[in-house]
């Protein structure tokens, strides 16, 4: 029997244990390693684009990135430019493009060559349209520094009637500040992603119109919905995060929405993979099989828009 790639394993023995409940035909046709791409696009922004290759459930190396392709990138099936190849001393190799001009509802393709591998690997998608807009972001205006959680809360609209799905992030940072004679010095932190909690956390979620905070392992973070069930007048969502300040002494809390509207491809991407992600441990889970829209490969490829971004400060008692 040939080796099977990783997640082709786990969905394999995921069907094998399920087999006493139902019976699937399922094509593991699948023989060698695949060719892996994962990029994503944003209007006034480069691309990067990183490739590497599968790897088996027994392999123990590292990831293999491929630093001999040939990566070409289209606007509405136009050529653009090919995508120069960038090795970082502290982040995974990828391949950007000196293009920023993406625009929003303009279709953008990538097409990968790849010496010694007959096919061709492409995939395409669109920048949408921004469609968000937020009012009455609130938290707390004092908390306890011994507080484990506090609350926030938004009203999530729509500007038009077009379909839309969102992936909305919230960073925080901490401003500390001292008196100098009659001058007051503030010191920022970083801005930092926070992790969001609802009521009930990392579970499965079935309809992706009620927000799901992603859990992916891996830095992304936030939350996403659909606008299924955003009315007339919005949808109130209301959400935690963890607090981690030991020493409030003389400091405040900045916290900061920033609200993308992402593509079709976008949110089936990170909504099935965060659905996998919560099932990897289940035993009898119902088998989650990830978006992916890479002809010949196996990935992401996908666009999305920055929409708006409030800020709100709250002080600590």
Not at 63 to 83: G, H, K, M, P, T
Not at 126 to 154: H, M, R
């Amino acid at each position: 029997m040939g080796k099977l790639n990783k997640f082709l394993l786990l969905f394999a023995s995921t069907i094998f244990l399920h087999s006493c409940l139902k019976q699937k035909d399922i094509n593991l046709n699948i023989k060698e390693n695949q060719y892996v791409v994962n990029a994503l696009i944003q209007q006034d922004d480069s691309c990067r684009v990183y490739i590497s290759k599968s790897q088996f459930l027994n392999d123990t190396s590292n990831i293999a990135y491929v630093d001999n392709a040939q990566v070409q990138l289209f606007e509405n099936d136009n050529f653009i430019e090919e995508l120069a190849y960038k090795l970082t001393s502290v982040n995974a190799p990828y391949y950007a493009s000196r293009f920023k001009d993406f625009k929003e509802e303009n279709k953008y393709s990538v097409k990968v060559l790849i010496p010694g591998y007959e096919k061709e690997i492409r995939s395409s998608d669109i920048i949408p349209k921004a469609n968000a807009s937020v009012s009455n972001f609130q938290g707390p205006q004092n908390v306890d520094s011994s507080t484990e959680f506090i609350t926030y809360s938004l009203n999530l609209k729509k500007k038009n009637i077009e379909k839309s799905y969102y992936h909305i992030r919230f960073e925080e940072r901490f401003v500390n500040w001292t008196l100098n004679g009659s001058d007051t010095l503030k010191f920022y932190s970083d801005w930092a992603n926070a992790l969001i909690f609802f009521e009930n956390p990392f579970t499965y979620i079935s309809n992706p119109s009620e927000p799901f905070a992603l859990n992916l392992g891996s830095g992304f973070y936030g939350f996403m919905l659909d606008d299924n069930e955003i009315g007339s007048n919005g949808k109130k969502i209301e959400f935690q995060v963890k607090n981690f300040l030991i020493n409030a002494s003389n400091t405040y809390l900045e916290s900061r929405l920033i609200i993308n509207t992402v593509s079709e491809n976008y949110f089936k991407y990170y909504y099935t993979s965060n659905q996998s992600y919560l099932t990897d441990n289940v035993s009898l889970s119902e088998v989650v099989i990830i978006h992916n829209n890479i002809i010949n490969g196996i990935g992401n490829f996908s666009g999305f828009s920055a929409d708006t971004s409030q800020m709100i400060r709250t002080n600590y008692k």
